[in-house]
């Protein structure tokens, strides 16, 4: 039973009916008329095909974001398509209906939804299909706000080499298919003109075709960020090589932008979207939990493990290069230095290996386990060791310069600036000391110091497991400002800009005024953050024992996104070069696009 017209076009209308086979329930459903009044038989029989066409492509189908079909008929020269009703409104009348410019959240939305379909079209089984019209008034959006593909009246099957008429939208199709050429990477150039007209409110069939290159995005809409304007540029490169190769990979660069600029975290996608995993660039099987923290040197990443190894991996693939065995865990962060690594071990030794080779160029013992990472400066290595000593060590030829009594077990790591060395006991002492090995100054903390401090402009930083988060003057040691955090912390703070940061056990990465101690901003994990947080570009990343990689806008504290791994995150992740590099304790070392 017909209730109203939804809709009208060239060769039919749209209505809105009711599904009388259900006299018990309420079924809308929309009914496609096509009105066929072609005098020549052959093109009246050829319409006809079409239409029946598509039914039967409809049929075969089954996404969330193609409208199910329920039958179709003929009467006369009338051929209908009874399908599911969507309850919305087309991009195209949404873009008129809204004054100034539609958010970049809501259109980055809608494009990863439609490349999602389109990845179903373009893998279609046996044969994939080409949709050829992709443009604002085929895309409804339904009463939840997510994307419903409609009219496929001219989507094709695709076999690889066959040639037809042009068919599409003037403006949103691409040249190749002017000449009767359509392949999957005609929709992705009919998307980024789409995506165009949406964030410009330029219509693409009212300019001269192609000429989207003169019609820059961000000239005409600034409030779009740079990396969606290259996504779409990308998309609508003349030359189809040149483009996204396919749908997915457009997603993919979709998703990137929308972690990047944090409107993951603002949208909500359909339900069979929400499993979207991120995919590691690669993943290194180690033979045990990685607690340790990798070094990027000269296209190599060497980090320990708790399997005894040290290993050096090629940064780009993952491939194995070396490992280095000592005998005991690793969990400290290794350094370069002029072609040497230097790392320690529980097994109390500081070695010095070739980072060509992965040999042994000599080792320092110990008495005590060593946790602390080693520092190099005026030609020496200086680390702590759990015997309370911190350690200068000539690097030519591995031998003791001095040694410093601190009293305590020191797994904190020390940081050199031009003039001292600055670090942390288990005793809760806190030292700046010359290197000389002179004590300068000492602060004492209620208890342990794990947390390696960071300094700069005139201030150390550093957190305690007396649950204190403590910035003292560098030169006098007096302290400026204490914050205090809900349980104690071993994560090592970080400071860029005005903001300093660190975890804590209470499960938050905390983003302070590195002047005042202020509170900019909290962000609770599922586990405490004993890990420690690292700045990269406009992102901070920082792992939790909850397993998860974290990526924050740092200014805000918005989740951008997370990567979840199967054991706790206790290293600092190292970025290089757009890549993030960290280590779990599911015995994995993980690389992944910042």
């Known amino acids: ?3 109203e017209v939804i809709g009208v076009g060239g060769m039919g209308s749209v209505y809105r009916a009711r599904d009388l086979h259900f006299p018990n329930v309420v079924k809308i459903v929309a009914v496609k008329e096509m009105i066929n009044q072609a005098r020549d038989p052959m093109v009246r029989q050829t319409i006809l095909h079409n239409f029946e066409r598509e039914a039967n492509l409809l049929v075969t189908l089954n996404h969330v974001a193609i409208p199910k079909i329920f039958d179709y008929f003929t009467h006369d020269e009338r051929s209908y398509l009874v399908l599911e009703y969507i309850n919305g409104k087309d991009l195209e009348a949404i873009l008129n209906e809204t004054e100034g410019f539609l958010p970049e959240d809501q259109v980055v939305k809608w494009a990863i939804e439609i490349c999602d379909v389109l990845d179903y079209l373009h893998n279609h089984k046996p044969e994939p299909i080409i949709f050829r019209d992709m443009k604002p008034s085929n895309v409804m959006i339904n009463h939840n706000g997510h994307v419903m593909l409609i009219d496929f009246g001219i989507a094709k099957i695709f076999r690889e080499g066959q040639k037809g008429t042009m068919i599409g939208t003037e403006g949103y199709s691409p040249p190749e298919q002017y000449r009767g050429e359509a392949t999957p990477v005609a929709d992705i150039y009919a998307l980024g003109a789409t995506l165009h007209h949406l964030l410009t409110k330029r219509d693409p069939r009212l300019e001269p075709p192609f000429s989207f290159s003169e019609r820059p995005i961000r000239k005409i809409n600034p409030s779009v960020s740079p990396e969606l304007e290259a996504v779409i540029n990308t998309a609508l490169q003349y030359n189809p090589t040149d483009r996204f190769p396919s749908a997915i990979a457009m997603k993919e660069a979709l998703l990137a932008v929308a972690r990047k600029t944090g409107i993951l975290s603002r949208i909500t996608l359909p339900v069979t979207m929400k499993e979207e995993k991120i995919k590691p660039l690669w993943v290194f099987k180690c033979e045990d939990e990685v ?23 090629d940064a780009t693939k993952g491939e194995f290069h070396w490992k280095f065995p000592t005998e005991g865990a690793i969990v400290g962060r290794p350094i370069v230095y002029q072609d040497m690594v230097l790392i ?51 690097l030519t030829s591995g031998r003791r310069a001095w040694r410093l009594d601190a009293g305590e077990a020191i797994r904190s790591t020390p940081f050199l600036t031009n003039e001292f060395i600055y670090f942390g006991t288990e005793a809760g002492d806190f030292l700046c000391v010359d290197y000389r090995g002179q004590i300068k100054w000492r602060f004492r903390a209620k208890r342990a110091i794990t947390s390696s401090p960071t300094v700069t402009q005139g201030m ?13 003057d560098s030169k006098s040691g007096w302290m400026i400002w204490r914050f205090r955090m809900g349980k104690g912390s071993v994560s090592s703070p970080c400071r860029v800009d005005n903001f300093v940061f660190a975890g804590s056990a209470d499960g938050f990465i905390y983003c302070l005024d590195a002047n005042t101690s202020k ?22 990343y920082c792992g939790s024992a909850d397993g998860n990689l974290y990526c924050l806008d740092y200014k805000t504290g918005k989740l951008r996104w997370k990567f979840a791994t199967d054991g706790p995150i206790t290293g600092t992740p190292m970025a290089f070069n757009n890549v993030i590099y960290f280590g779990s304790a599911d015995h994995m070392v993980y690389a992944l696009l910042a």
Request: charged share 15%; net charge negative.
């Open 460 to 472: 150390v930083y550093f957190t305690s497991l007396d649950a204190s988060f403590y910035a003292l």
């Open 519 to 540: 509170e900019i901003w909290r962000f609770q994990t599922d586990h405490q953050v004993s890990g420690s947080p690292v700045i990269y570009k406009d992102s901070l």
């Open 1 to 3: 039973m017909i209730q």
């Open 291 to 313: 607690r340790g923290s990798p070094f990027y040197d000269n296209g190599v990443i060497y980090i320990g493990s708790y399997d005894n190894n040290l290993y050096a991996l």
């Open 344 to 394: 320690g071990s529980k097994d109390s030794n500081l070695y010095c290996i070739s980072a060509k080779t992965g040999k042994l160029l000599w080792n320092h013992k110990t008495d005590g386990a060593i946790h602390s990472s080693p520092r190099v400066g005026e030609g020496h290595v200086f680390f702590g060791s759990d015997d309370g000593y911190l350690y200068a060590i000539n």
